[in-house]
T-cell receptor
């Protein structure tokens, strides 16, 4: 049982480049979300999805897009990378959108130069 | 909107000593509360959660937390810390489809 899988683990981008961070879960969870982690700021929610075909914005959505075409996958797209997007990104999933435990991936460390 | 404050950015305790990590939240209704732990280079793992009922909840690895509505707090405790407990700890509140995290407390354990 793989749980939540994120790829890549590390990435360096140049300013203005675009890329997609991949997230997949094999637990048939309805709810998936993306966070960014910056020192001293904890984890901040970027976007989330309560099921296939449904997405919504979190606390810090600007500069990021998501889609949820299947239950398993929830990719995060950076449209035009900026140095302010240098961060560690975590994908999480939970069984339902309510108060169940969130399972986290191992993270993607992104550097934008 | 909900918010979570962890007043202590760093805490150092000696191995075998007791531990208390503070968490204060702001939310208008009864919150769903969580504590997560993050080891270096890893994702987050759930330690314990509070939804309702008994205000003292037990978690994994010998941790417990107490919900105090009057103080809007959900402090994490452990009676005897082990060197392997060194990590970063996050308090979180779930409301409005969103899980909101505090800034984290980094725990260091002295031998």
């Amino acid at each position: 049982n793989a749980g939540v899988t994120q790829t890549p683990k590390f990435q360096v981008l140049k300013t203005g480049q675009s890329m997609t961070l991949q997230c997949a879960q094999d637990m048939n969870h309805e709810y998936m979300s993306w966070y960014r982690q910056d020192p001293g700021m904890g984890l901040r929610l970027i976007h989330y999805s309560v099921g296939a075909g449904i997405t919504d914005q979190g606390e810090v959505p600007n500069g990021y897009n998501v889609s949820r075409s299947t239950t398993e996958d929830f990719p995060l797209r950076l449209l035009s990378a900026a140095p302010s997007q240098t961060s560690v990104y975590f994908c999480a999933s939970s069984l339902r959108q309510t108060n169940t435990e969130a399972f986290f991936g191992q993270g993607t460390r992104l550097t934008v130069v | 909107a909900q918010s979570v404050t962890q007043p202590d950015i760093h805490i150092t305790v000696s191995e075998g000593a007791s531990l208390e990590l503070r968490c204060n939240y702001s939310y208008g209704a009864t919150p769903y509360l969580f504590w997560y732990v993050q080891s270096p280079g890893q994702g987050l793992q759930l330690l314990l959660k509070y939804f309702s009922g008994d205000t003292l909840v037990q978690g994994i690895k010998g941790f417990e937390a107490e919900f105090k509505r009057s103080q809007s707090s959900f402090n994490l405790r452990k009676p005897s810390v082990h060197w392997s407990d060194a990590a970063e700890y996050f308090c979180a509140v779930y409301a409005g489809n969103m899980l909101t995290f505090g800034g984290g407390t980094r725990l260091m354990v002295k031998p």
